[in-house]
């Protein structure tokens, strides 16, 4: 049987993690957001929401929302 977030955890610990993980997304993208105002690059490139991990929190979310 495969482990999904519905059968390991709680609701409420799914709600806890859920609303962890979209603080958590929503302070990277202000950090990215601080970081290309201030022209901070890598190697001369442009900061992308993946330089921050946003798409694979976003990932997680998603899978909470199938569940």
Known sequence: MKSTPDNVLTESE???IQKALI?????????????RAADI?????ELTESDFGISAIQMLLAKFNHV
Do not use: F, S, Y
Not at 41 to 45: A, L, N, P, R
């Open 41 to 45: 690059t890598i190697d001369g490139k």
């Open 14 to 16: 799914q709600t806890l």
């Open 23 to 35: 603080n958590l997304c929503d302070l990277k993208r202000e950090a990215l957001e601080i970081a």
